[in-house]
């Protein structure tokens, strides 16, 4: 399977890029938001990206289902007996194109028996393109520059723990957290760009103490598990799975790359061994 994910990697980074041209297009022009029905922020971009990413996503491998944020209305019954499909977030960080700081990202991710296998992570606004295959190894790719491989860093006893946390949802409980952790620095920056963080090694923490949806993880947590990360329920402890049950709500989970340091310890309330 690894050879056939990497012959979709090329073509799949190419509908991130062309998706985030679309939305390039429309941050730069002007645009109404409108409001969905869980009252979350929707804008054309949104949109043109979905339909950008789906139809190209459906003319490279046509057998192969695809999920989007903005087509999420597929009834369980029906993808429950998918095994493998696409998971797309046409535009995450949708608050912060609103806001015009330019911490949004295309998320395109494969997943093949709940697990993500394949991840690419777009900035539009900078051209900086994170991708990664099991098996394959975890990159990051700045315009007109090579790939460079990336990995997440063990911890270092003569520095503060790096946190980062959600710029637009981060809650009462990220910096409890961090303050339980002692000496660390807390940066907060939006969308999958915390993923990014940890499994480039420029974070050591990511908690996550507020709702996200399965779109918003895949992508990133397939690049950070590559690059030899955890992405781990705060209930179970155990990796975030996909399309096992009829919502696709995630449960809260930290993201980590040291696995030495029992990071569920430090939740406010106690983790799993609290």
């Known amino acids: 399977m690894r050879d056939e994910w990497l012959t979709w990697l090329e073509p799949v980074r190419a509908l991130a890029a062309e998706a985030s041209l679309r939305i390039l297009e429309i941050y730069t022009r002007g645009f109404d938001v409108t409001a969905k029905d869980d009252n979350s922020p929707l804008t054309a971009a949104d949109l043109a990206a979905h339909y950008t990413l789906v139809a190209g996503l459906e003319r490279l491998t046509p057998d192969i289902p695809v999920l ?69 190894g975890a990159f990051r790719e700045e315009p007109g520059q090579p790939p460079q491989a990336i990995q997440v860093k063990p911890l ?24 339980a952790l002692g000496a660390h620095e807390l940066v907060t920056i939006g969308s999958s760009l915390k993923f990014c963080q940890v499994a480039e090694g420029a974070a050591d923490v990511y908690p996550r103490f507020g709702l996200t949806s399965e779109w918003d993880t895949a992508a990133a947590q397939a690049l950070v598990e590559v690059a030899g990360g955890h992405v781990v329920s705060l209930e179970t402890g155990e990796p ?21 340091r029992d990071w569920l310890r430090y939740v406010p309330g106690g983790g799993l061994s609290g």
């Open 156 to 179: 270092q006893p003569d520095r503060p723990v790096r946190v980062v946390g959600s710029r637009s949802h981060g809650g009462p409980g990220l910096p409890k957290f961090a303050a």
């Open 240 to 260: 975030l799975r996909y399309n096992m049950r009829d919502s696709l709500l995630n449960p809260y989970f930290i993201v980590y790359g040291d696995a030495s």
């Open 68 to 136: 989007s944020e903005e087509s999420s209305a597929i009834p369980f019954a029906e993808r429950s007996r998918w095994r493998r499909y696409w998971l797309v977030d046409p535009l995450d960080g949708t608050k912060e194109f609103i806001q015009r700081n330019g911490q949004f990202t295309v998320n395109v991710a494969l997943i093949e028996n709940h697990q993500p296998v394949l991840g690419v992570v777009r900035v539009p606004g900078t051209g900086l393109c994170y991708f990664a295959v099991h098996g394959d």
